[in-house]
Every structure is written in structure tokens, then in C-alpha cells.
């Protein structure tokens, strides 16, 4: 057992210099101790294969394949997982080590693996309990399909320089060309080429050179929202209804972390495969910067659930809504945030919802976040 | 630090652990500091335990700047390094036990509470830290209530605490499974 004690512990010493030098952007440094510290916690895994040792055998291959992911030793990574499957480990570390192989898995799927992109499609893909291989439960596959079709159409938008569109559909000869192409899907964790029409007529889209620029453009946002690197976003996408727009659709995209925990999206940007493997999880996204909110607000910070009634989008008011708390025999009137009314808030009416925001007055509150209510 | 110290300051992890070395104790109070100076507190915010040990604390910590903001920017992980720093100082607060092992999981770390006198992860307690940047009672409770199932001990099962830790109030809750 000291032979094990002290590869793991060599190991895991080099595993915190490695999260270190990543934290300080030291890339070639953290990859150099990743792979030194998973050839020990390996070597450590290796000398309990016949072993019944729990939990130390199972906690030491689930450690091991961690590593190896870290490396994209996507084959030793499995083979760790699975001889770890194949002893008794607790109930708690199998567990971990199954949504360590979907990890594995889903690493592998974000390849393209013989399909051909072009530069007006996106691979996207989905992993998680709500998904196994090839199918997936259609609630949560169609509903960030359709995010993903608006982001897109905001997105060409945007970069035509158009005011942000509060309401009303989108004019109809950028809708006609814009329109979302669906492959069939591929039994991988669950993956689909989006492809996005070709416009017939350039002028429809000036100033945007269409084929190259609108899924960079979606794939290097998606990429800072996942970093959180709000800032380089905000500078992205300067307007701050399309900003918020952008990230509430963002985040309905965003896995759940319960039935889907991972989303990828890969594209090609020139001859360059790019890939954005979304780990953000919904619930850990939040729309709005908290400083923004006064002391006083925050003291009537307040959730309330109900059914989306009403909607009130009228020009020259601040666009509201009704949610009708039967429960309790509440009615609420609820200040929709500039960006969020058409594409977020709209789908949901008459859907139950949870609204998070503060009381700004006798049951009227302004809107941070609005979720759907999974039945 | 014991129980009698009424503060809980976040620089004593700098110095390590058994099972945390002294620049990984660095980085996870780094992580805490930007997380509360994310939400506007300054040192001596009190922070609001609950579960078994329902009590108050000050926190202690330095300010951040904007290298360690940059070096923090992705707020899941910053949220999830802080809430280890702030989780694993009180277990050793709060219980007899130190952290005595660490094994890597995902993309963070594992941790194990003992007394030592057993190797690696035998007769340990695993620490489930889960940590939340602001929010709100429900969302607190919904994270515990997930972490309780993830932990519901029976036969195969290992002995857990669980900690969560919420930045914007700031809140803690300690239990022992």
C-alpha cells in the first residue's frame, strides 16, 4: 500500500502545480505536469487492478481518468473508467464514474468523424441523462433548437447594425434566407449539423460577408459566455439589449446540469475546426450584474411562480407582463427587461413560470430571470 | 483556528493542509476573495452558517486585483474553487477531522476528511462542496436537496458533509451525512 500511497500522492502534488499553471495561463506547463501526474495516479491505479480494496480502487481509476481526460487520452481515460465499472465501487463513485465516460464520449462526438462542414454549418451535440445514444427526449432537444435559430437570426442582425428588434417578427426577406437546415441526427451522444439557407441574393445581407463571418461570430460568442469573460462580450456585442438578448438565449442553450450536462457546438472557420463545449450550467448564469442592484432592491429580492397570462408590448411603454400566482391569489405585474420580451418571455406564454426579480412596488416587480416550469 | 475564534479567516488555508498543499490553499482563498468582492462585501462580512451548526462568523479576507480578477474570470470555477476554500476551513472548524487526502474528480478536486490513521481513502469522509455566486433561498435549498440525494447513505454508500456556500449573502450550510 506505501508504493500506492506515494505515486498518488506525487501525483495529486503535481495535479495542484498543473491546475496552477493553468490558472496563470501557463498552457504548455499545465499540459507537461497534467501528463506527468496522470502517468502516476495511473501507475498507482494499476498495482490495485486486482484488488477489492474499495473505495480506494475505484476513488484512484476515477482520479487517473480525470487526469487522462486533462491529457485527451480519450482511451486510456476509457479503459481506466470502465475496469474502475467493472470492480464494486460505492454507489456515489460509480455514478461519477459513468458521467465521467459520457464525458469521454462526448469529447470524442465533438470531432466531426467523417462529416464534411461547410462554412454555413454548425455540429451541435448533446450529452446527458436525457440523452442516450442517437436519441434524445425531444423536450430538450427542440427548445434549444429554436434558441439556437433566433440567436442566429439576431446574430446577422446585430452585425447588420439593425436597432434591436423589441417585438414583431423579423422582416421576411431575412427570415426566407435564414432559415435553419436540420441533418439527421447521428448516433453519437445525440448530434445534428445545423445549416444555415443561403442567401440567393447578397444584397439581402450588406455589409455581412454571410458564409464566413455569422457562425464565427456565434461560435467566438459562445466561446467568451462560456469563459465568462464578460467584458470582452460586452465589447462584442455592444448594444445591451442585443448583450442581454445574447445571453438569455445563451442560457437557454446552456446544459441544466440534471438532464443535460454538456452542449457542443463546432464549426469550421476557415480550414480551423473550432469547438465550444458549454459546461455552464443554467442555474449558475445569471442575467444581470448583481452591483447593478441597489441595497434597497436586493432587500425585496423575491421568487414568485405562476402562469404567464398577459403581455403588454405596446410602443412608448416599458413592456410588462401578468403572471397569475393561483396558489396564492396573487396577480403580479412584472417589468420585462429591454432584450428579453420577444424572443425569451414570448415562448412562454401561458407556460407555469418562476420569475426572480425585486418588489418595486404593491405586486409589481422588475424582472431578473424567468424559467419555464418543467412539469 | 478554534471553534472559540469567532473569525474565519480565509488567508489560513495559504498555509495548506495535509491534503492541500500550500499553493493550491493559495489559489482556492484567492477564489473566495474574488467571489465576495464580486458581490460588493468587504472583510468582515458575517457569514451565516446553518444545517448542524447554526452560527455567525466574520470573514477575514484580503482584497482582490485585476490580475487575480482576470486569472478568475470563468465564474463557475471561481465560485466552485471559492466555496472549497470557505468549505474546507470550516470542517476543520467545525469537526475533529483535517482534510487528509485529496484524489482528482472532473475538473476540481475530491476531497476526504480523517484523522489519518488509515491510508488514502479508507474510513474517510468525502466533503461534497457545491457553491453558488448569488441566490436566492430556493436555489440554496434546490442545491442542498440534490446534494442530500447524492449522498443518501446506504449500504455501498460512503460518509459525506456536505457544504454550500452562497456568496451574496453570505450563507453556509454544514451537514454531516
Redesign the interface.
Known amino acids: 500500500m506505501k508504493d500506492v500511497v506515494d505515486l498518488h500522492t506525487k501525483a495529486m502534488d503535481l495535479a495542484e502545480q498543473a491546475f496552477v499553471s493553468k490558472l496563470h495561463s501557463d498552457f504548455i506547463g499545465f499540459s507537461k505536469l497534467s501528463l506527468e501526474a496522470f502517468q502516476f495516479e495511473k501507475a498507482a491505479a494499476d498495482l490495485l487492478i486486482n484488488s477489492t480494496d474499495e473505495p480506494n480502487r475505484s476513488v484512484l481509476h476515477r482520479s487517473a481518468a480525470s487526469l487522462a481526460i486533462d491529457c485527451k487520452e480519450w482511451r486510456e481515460a476509457e479503459r481506466l473508467i470502465t475496469r474502475a465499472l467493472s470492480g464494486e465501487p460505492p454507489v456515489e463513485i460509480a455514478e461519477e464514474l459513468r458521467d465521467l465516460l459520457q464525458v469521454v464520449y462526448f469529447d470524442r462526438h465533438l470531432e466531426l468523424k467523417g462529416i464534411k462542414l461547410d462554412n454555413t454549418e454548425l455540429q451541435f451535440s448533446l450529452a446527458g441523462k436525457a440523452v442516450s445514444h442517437g436519441t434524445v427526449q425531444s423536450r430538450f432537444v427542440i427548445d434549444r433548437l429554436k434558441s439556437t435559430e433566433t440567436l442566429f437570426l439576431r446574430t446577422i442582425e446585430r452585425k447588420q447594425n439593425r436597432p434591436f428588434r423589441e417585438k414583431g417578427k423579423a422582416e421576411k426577406n431575412l427570415t426566407d434566407h435564414v432559415n435553419l437546415y436540420l441533418s439527421v441526427p447521428r448516433a453519437a451522444s445525440f448530434a445534428v449539423t445545423l445549416r444555415l439557407g443561403e442567401p440567393t441574393n447578397q444584397l439581402f445581407l450588406p455589409g455581412l460577408n454571410y458564409k464566413e463571418n455569422v457562425i464565427d461570430e456565434v461560435i467566438t460568442c459562445f466561446d467568451l459566455f462560456n469563459k465568462s469573460e464578460d467584458e470582452q462580450l460586452k465589447e462584442r456585442i455592444k448594444d445591451p439589449s442585443y448583450y442581454t438578448n445574447f445571453v438569455a438565449l445563451a442560457k437557454s442553450i446552456a446544459p441544466d446540469g440534471e438532464n443535460i450536462d454538456l452542449v457542443g457546438l463546432t464549426a469550421l472557420s476557415g480550414s480551423e475546426i473550432r469547438t465550444v463545449k458549454l459546461t455552464r450550467r443554467t442555474k449558475s448564469i445569471a442575467l444581470f450584474n448583481p452591483l447593478h442592484i441597489s441595497i434597497q432592491e436586493e432587500n425585496k429580492f423575491i421568487v414568485v411562480k405562476g402562469r404567464l397570462e398577459y403581455a403588454d408590448s405596446r410602443k412608448n411603454k416599458a413592456p410588462t407582463i401578468k403572471l397569475n400566482d393561483e396558489e396564492h391569489k396573487k396577480a403580479y405585474t412584472i417589468q420585462v427587461p429591454d432584450g428579453m420580451m420577444s424572443d425569451i418571455v414570448k415562448p412562454l406564454w401561458e407556460e407555469a413560470v418562476e420569475i426572480e426579480g425585486h418588489l418595486v412596488g404593491k405586486n409589481k416587480i422588475k424582472m431578473s430571470d424567468i424559467r419555464k416550469i418543467e412539469a | 483556528m478554534t471553534d472559540n475564534d469567532p473569525d474565519l479567516v480565509l488567508s489560513s488555508l495559504s498555509t495548506g493542509l495535509p491534503g492541500v498543499?500550500s499553493?493550491?490553499g493559495s489559489?482556492m482563498v484567492e477564489a473566495a476573495c474574488v467571489c465576495l468582492s464580486?458581490?460588493?462585501h468587504e472583510s468582515g462580512v458575517t457569514l451565516f452558517l446553518e444545517g448542524d451548526f447554526e452560527k455567525q462568523m466574520k470573514i477575514i479576507f484580503d482584497g482582490v486585483d485585476d490580475q487575480a480578477r482576470r486569472?478568475?474570470?470563468?465564474?463557475?470555477f471561481?465560485?466552485e474553487f471559492g466555496a472549497y476554500c470557505i468549505s474546507l476551513l470550516l470542517a476543520v472548524r467545525l469537526t475533529p477531522l483535517t482534510v487528509i487526502e485529496?484524489?482528482?474528480?472532473?475538473?476540481g478536486?475530491?476531497f476526504w476528511l480523517g484523522d489519518g490513521t488509515e491510508?488514502?481513502?479508507?474510513k474517510k469522509a468525502r466533503m461534497e462542496i457545491s457553491g453558488?455566486?448569488?441566490g436566492?433561498?430556493?436555489?440554496i435549498k434546490s442545491r442542498l436537496r440534490k446534494k442530500k440525494i447524492?449522498?443518501t447513505p446506504?449500504d455501498?454508500?460512503?460518509p459525506a458533509h456536505i457544504s454550500i456556500v452562497e456568496f451574496?449573502k453570505p450563507k453556509a450550510i454544514f451537514e454531516a451525512k
Open positions: 498543499t499553493s493550491l489559489s464580486d458581490v460588493g486569472a478568475w474570470a470563468d465564474e463557475q471561481c465560485t485529496r484524489s482528482r474528480k472532473g475538473t478536486f475530491d491510508p488514502l481513502f479508507t453558488i455566486r448569488r436566492n433561498p430556493t436555489s447524492q449522498v446506504t455501498g454508500t460512503l451574496g
